[in-house]
């Protein structure tokens, strides 16, 4: 499972940014796949994520600026309204869901499947 990030860079508050992440079709079709993100001395945390059929979730910090979505093998994170505390590394991953409904977690332990990170510096 390969997946590769990019779009990450810096940026002021207030500010946008995207991420996108490639995928293959299978992964794309069939898993869940989502955003996390790591601060310097901080665990990971989920983001967002997005199932097969498009449904969402998101983290409390970010609902109502950041929004997730895929197309033709890509996922997206567009980030509006940033803040100096959304700075962090940020991944893309994917995985099966582990519910028998299919819904998708923001648990960064349930997924294996990691991209390399891309940076995201949120300037005051």
């Known amino acids: 499972v390969q997946l590769v990030e990019s779009g990450g860079g810096s940026v002021q508050a207030g500010g946008s940014l995207r991420l996108s992440c490639a995928a293959s079709e299978y992964i794309y079709r069939t898993y869940c796949m989502g955003w996390f993100r790591q601060a310097p001395g901080k665990e990971r945390e989920g983001v967002a994520v997005?199932?097969?059929?498009?449904g969402t979730v998101q983290a409390d910090s970010v609902k109502g600026r950041f929004t997730i979505s895929k197309d033709k093998k890509i996922l997206y994170l567009q980030m509006n309204s940033v803040k100096p505390e959304d700075t962090a590394m940020y991944y893309c991953?994917?995985?099966?869901?582990?519910?028998?409904?299919?819904?998708?977690?923001?648990?960064?332990?349930?997924?294996?499947?990691w991209g390399q990170g891309t940076q995201v510096t949120v300037a005051s």
């Open positions: 997005i199932d097969r059929y498009g």
């Open positions: 991953a994917a995985d099966l869901p582990k519910s028998y409904g299919g819904a998708c977690s923001l648990f960064p332990r349930e997924y294996r499947f």
